[in-house]
């Protein structure tokens, strides 16, 4: 019997699923390698709400679950669905970063599962076999994928959210299964629920799209609107309805500082180039991905490319909007242009393959853009550590504030914390260590102050709101670069008038702590494939003085 070939969609398959074993072994191999690295406030603000649905799964607790669920804003202003994700994973572990972020990896395999379904249907009909795993593939090549994913950080549930809508907003034609237009709404109103700015990127597109599908069909479409638009308005409205939600939202949506100048064109560009420069494994992969971008105003009338393609440019426009630009910002919108690249390629795939030169040079320049992609993947770890904003002394520097002041039952407050040393992470460390409920501590377990201006005022607003708080210890840090001047004016004069006083040794003073971070020129030049190694970091060093409340 004569051996059967394999056939390209296998082939594509295969390699997909090879690249995305090899990756998640490296993502068990870097939580090994960066164990010593505790959270910062982005992962930790993250981690406590998901930690406490744990704990009420754990308890078969659905009430404490529900009120949980409900408060969780009030950390960060960010909704509940991330922690229910995540939260199944920590009902084993318990409070374990390394399982935490672990845990977000899993989000990429459904999101390679969820690329290709999403691809399916822009496919042309003799593509169909080829495009989804071309799709999936590209997905499992982009370095960023990989990388995010092995942090707390909403991006990968973003993303498994992101594209179930989509696939499912692609699926809801006329003729097509009834329920998928009101699918497509709940899906729009997870996506809100999983990061309010997600939710507006997809809302964004749906309505863009449904906008232009007016224009082409030239009649209102008032039952699809209700079933697209129905379930996201109820459900967002009842959500903001609640006791201060609105204003926690409105907060979350100030709290981005300006990373570049709105009116210029670093501006205006930064999101549609490095969406392609970050995310594309290679530059045919980017020429795809900006070719159906291009070909959009040709295509606005066919169904399937206009919905996608609202989708990625209400994505690209809320983030030029938006005044604090990051690689990881890209991680829910840039994706989005694979499943319209892969379907262009395996249409032009199944036009010009027939030919024989063309064929073999397809083939060619395929597997440099496969080198390409695993080439920029075996710089995994060397990117993560650049994402990571701790060192391991940071470890060590909660563990002196824990010794302090936790383990002897006495309540913390930093003064002048910042993102690498915060209150959060401090009461994460606590957790982690002791075991205990976020929620029975009101997220406030150790809290923090910033004291900008040291005038009198300050120091009697601070004394009086520590005791009010019950606080039992107050950590300066020397080095801060939050504020170490502005901090020893408010504790010198305290220390005169006997409001504070120094600790007995070994808890009065730490070591010093060696702290560092890389600049984010260095991360992004490491996702572009542009240099292979993060080379030294910025270091700088930081002590802790503890000072007993009266």
Known sequence: MPRQRLQLPQVLWALTLTVAVWMTLQAFDAARRFSDR?????????????????????????????????????????????????????????ADPAAARLANTAFVWLSLGLVAWTTRPLASAGAKGVAPPLAALCLALSLPIWTYANTVLLEGAGLVVTLAWLGAYLR??????????????LLAAAAFFTKYSFGIFVLGGMLLSEALTMLVERRPMTNRWLALFGPPAMLIGLWLILPDKLDRLAGYSVSQHAS???????????APINALRFYAPGPLTAGLMAATLALAPMRWREAGPR?????????LAALTWVPQKD???LYTVAPLLIPPAAALAAHALQVLGSRRTLRW???????????LGLTRLTRYAETLQTVYNTSPDTRGLYQFVLEGSLAAGRRPRLLNAWYQVNALAASWAYYERFGGTPADDAYQLATQSQIDVADETSRAALLADLRAAGIGVLYTIDGSPAGTVTGWAVVEPALAAGDLTSLAPPVAQSPPYTLYVWPREVQERLLAGEISSAGEPVTFVVRLNAYQVQ
């Open 38 to 94: 505790p959270f910062d406030f982005d992962e930790a603000v993250h981690a406590l709400p998901a930690y406490q649905i744990a704990l009420d799964l754990r308890a078969l607790d659905i009430g404490a679950l529900w009120a949980h669920s409900l408060e969780q804003d009030r950390l960060a202003a960010y909704p509940f669905l991330h922690s229910w994700l995540l939260a199944p994973a920590l009902v084993f572990t318990g």
């Open 361 to 371: 040079w397809i083939a060619a320049a395929t597997l440099v853009e496969l080198g």
């Open 327 to 329: 690689a990881r910002f």
């Open 307 to 315: 919905q996608a393609a609202a989708a990625v440019l209400a994505g």
């Open 260 to 270: 570049l100048a709105f009116w210029s064109w670093e501006n205006w560009l930064y």
């Open 172 to 185: 809801a034609r006329p003729g097509a299964w009834l329920g998928w237009p009101w699918l497509t709404g």
